[in-house]
Nanobody
Framework: QVQLVESGGGLVQAGGSLRLSCAAS????????MGWFRQAPSKEREFVGH????????YHADSVKGRFTISRDNAKNTVYLQMNSLKVEDTAVYYC????????????WGQGTQVTVSS
């Protein structure tokens, strides 16, 4: 059973930066894809991006491309979401998730961390 714990959320002014962390339970994640999602009030969950643990390759959604960066630290079993140039519309609960890379649906989810961007 994979356990994921997010941290790093908070309140920041527009234009500022935050770095979210997603610590994964002990084990090997070489065959996993780690994703970041967000959900704003009254909106559907939105895919932010993912990183393939084995080679570090990433994909970022158009809405965050150039502002957000996903990375991972193998030694710490941790995935990061660096968020720069934050906008008010980035306000949401952010979730990390994990799945075997060949699956369609994410299997494991963290509890989420709130990010609030003020104008």
């Amino acid at each position: 059973q994979v356990q994921l714990v997010e941290s790093g959320g908070g309140l920041v002014q527009a234009g500022g930066s935050l770095r979210l962390s997603c610590a994964a339970s002990e084990g090997t994640f070489v065959s996993y894809m780690m994703g970041w999602f967000r959900q704003a009030p009254s909106k559907e969950r939105e895919f932010v991006g993912h990183i393939r643990w084995s080679d570090g390759s990433t994909y970022h959604a158009d809405s965050v491309k150039g502002r957000f960066t996903i990375s991972r630290d193998n030694a710490k079993n941790t995935v990061y979401l660096q968020m720069n140039s934050l906008k008010v519309e980035d306000t949401a609960v952010y979730y990390c998730a994990a799945k075997k890379y060949y699956l369609t649906e994410y299997e494991y989810w963290g509890q989420g961390t709130q990010v609030t961007v003020s104008s």
